[in-house]
């Protein structure tokens, strides 16, 4: 029996990527409600093979297309995929403000881990076969950046300024009845903006796909712990602190703790009426 399952484990592993079968441990986690595993994993692998062709596959020489083409493809992917974060960057951020539980955050960055490993040799597969450009993925150079501290700020700076922008659009701002189309597509916007600003590590602002276009690249997790330094400290740490700012400027808990100072929001609001009552005295 042994035998047999030791034959049918190595099969396996030579098939499929390093680490998917593992994220199987996490996507069982006790939750409450639907699990989102499946749906980070369906919604990873559209938003990459959507998100990353213009440029490659397609408009490799139009800026203007390749932009149009990239915020459709945020927005279709989000559609069709049902609503997921494909980052764990911003799945902790909405651990951070309350938005989802520890189990469903863990779930849904399995979830687009293992999207992220299927997608990229999907993609290479589907390339090869129409005979298109390869894809490309962010790539930390430690030879350019050998401390990785410009590479981490990068990460940093960018993903804090995404979830700004996450936050914004979803929860500050109405578009009315057309606030979804509206919102997904600044979000592109933004996104395709973010990646021109920030070139020195990518960007990524997501750490799987830092990580799972790696793993493509080479076969095997990074061996150098800078990679993990820039794709997955930097950035959810720039998570972390936009999340905190938020939490500051709206009044949300912060890892499930109330803030001693704040809400600026409420204050803004209560200074307006404070005034506009002095006025009538």
Same mark, same amino acid.
Request: with cysteine.
């Given at each position: 029996? $042994?035998?047999?399952?030791? *034959?049918?484990?190595?099969?396996?592993?030579? /098939?499929?990527?390093?680490?998917?079968?593992? &994220?199987?441990?996490?996507?069982?986690?006790?939750?409450?409600?639907?699990?989102?595993?499946?749906?980070?994993?369906?919604?990873?692998?559209?938003?990459?093979?959507? &998100?990353?062709?213009?440029?490659?596959?397609?408009?490799?020489?139009?800026?203007?297309?390749?932009?149009?083409?990239?915020?459709?493809?945020? /927005?279709?992917?989000?559609? @069709?995929?049902?609503?997921?974060?494909?980052?764990?960057?911003?799945?902790? +951020?909405?651990?951070?403000?309350?938005?989802?539980?520890?189990?469903?955050?863990?779930?849904?960055? +399995?979830?687009?881990?293992?999207?992220?490993?299927?997608?990229?040799?999907?993609?290479?597969?589907?390339?090869?076969?129409?005979? @298109?450009? #390869?894809?490309?993925?962010?790539?930390?150079?430690?030879?350019?950046?050998?401390?990785? *501290?410009?590479?981490?700020?990068?990460?940093?700076?960018?993903?804090?300024?995404?979830? $700004? !922008?996450? $936050?914004?659009?979803?929860?500050?701002?109405?578009?009315?009845?057309?606030?979804?189309?509206?919102?997904?597509?600044?979000?592109?916007?933004?996104?395709? $903006?973010?990646? /021109? *600003?920030?070139?020195?590590?990518? #960007?990524?602002?997501?750490?799987?796909?830092?990580?799972?276009?790696?793993? %493509?690249?080479?076969?095997?997790?990074?061996?150098?712990?800078?990679?993990?330094?820039?794709?997955?400290?930097?950035?959810? !740490?720039?998570?972390?602190?936009?999340?905190?700012?938020?939490?500051?400027? *709206?009044?949300?808990?912060? %890892?499930?703790?109330?803030?001693?100072?704040?809400?600026?929001?409420?204050?803004?609001?209560?200074?307006?009426?404070?005034?506009?009552?002095?006025?009538?005295?």
């Amino acid at each position: 029996m $042994f035998s047999l399952l030791s *034959s049918l484990t190595s099969q396996l592993s030579a /098939v499929m990527p390093p680490g998917l079968i593992q &994220t199987l441990a996490i996507a069982f986690f006790p939750l409450t409600g639907t699990n989102p595993y499946l749906n980070e994993v369906v919604g990873t692998i559209i938003m990459v093979a959507l &998100t990353f062709s213009p440029g490659k596959w397609i408009f490799s020489d139009a800026i203007v297309p390749q932009w149009t083409v990239h915020a459709m493809g945020v /927005v279709t992917a989000d559609k @069709l995929g049902g609503g997921q974060h494909v980052n764990p960057s911003m799945s902790v +951020a909405m651990y951070a403000l309350g938005k989802c539980t520890y189990s469903e955050m863990m779930i849904r960055i +399995a979830g687009s881990m293992a999207g992220g490993l299927i997608a990229f040799p999907l993609c290479k597969i589907f390339s090869d076969s129409m005979g @298109l450009t #390869p894809l490309g993925g962010p790539e930390y150079n430690p030879e350019s950046d050998p401390d990785a *501290s410009a590479s981490a700020f990068n990460e940093f700076a960018a993903t804090m300024l995404l979830a $700004f !922008l996450v $936050f914004a659009v979803n929860w500050e701002l109405n578009f009315g009845k057309f606030h979804y189309w509206i919102k997904q597509t600044l979000t592109a916007i933004g996104i395709r $903006f973010l990646i /021109v *600003s920030f070139p020195t590590s990518g #960007p990524a602002m997501n750490p799987m796909l830092g990580t799972t276009w790696a793993v %493509f690249a080479t076969g095997k997790y990074p061996d150098d712990v800078r990679h993990y330094f820039v794709y997955w400290v930097a950035s959810m !740490l720039g998570a972390v602190v936009a999340s905190f700012i938020y939490a500051v400027y *709206s009044g949300s808990e912060f %890892f499930g703790m109330k803030l001693p100072f704040g809400p600026i929001k409420g204050g803004e609001k209560a200074v307006v009426s404070s005034t506009k009552k002095k006025k009538k005295n």
